[in-house]
Nanobody, 119 residues
Framework: QVQLVESGGGLVQPGGSLRLSCAGS????????MAWYRRAPGQQRELVAS???????NYADSVKGRFTISRDNAKNTVYLQMNSLKPEDTAVYYC?????????????WGQGTQVTVSS
């Protein structure tokens, strides 16, 4: 059973920083792209950042210059460093990964971690 487990969310003041982690576990032979999404209250889920297996990154315009996505392939882990946080960054953050396990590729999701930016 493949699982993605997120950590690192919490409450932070505007201008502060947080680092999210998402680790894959189970029988994993390969991981293609990895990404972070978020869903704010009353909003649709949106892509925050993604990274390919080769390290190519993509960011939503709203987080460019403030957030950095990275990955450690040896640990099956993706990170999201969030700096200069704003109240509008408040949301539940989900990681997503395309994983090859037991002969097939599937998209997996983490359970979500709450990020609250408030003074």
């Amino acid at each position: 059973q493949v699982q993605l487990v997120e950590s690192g969310g919490g409450l932070v003041q505007p201008g502060g920083s947080l680092r999210l982690s998402c680790a894959g576990s189970g029988i994993i032979f390969s991981i293609n792209s990895m990404a972070w999404y978020r869903r704010a209250p009353g909003q649709q889920r949106e892509l925050v950042a993604s990274i390919t297996s080769g390290g190519t990154t993509n960011y939503a315009d709203s987080v460019k210059g403030r957030f950095t996505i990275s990955r450690d392939n040896a640990k099956n882990t993706v990170y999201l460093q969030m700096n200069s946080l704003k109240p509008e960054d408040t949301a539940v953050y989900y990681c997503n990964a395309e994983i090859f396990s037991r002969g097939t590729w599937n998209a997996y999701w983490g359970q979500g971690t709450q990020v609250t930016v408030s003074s």
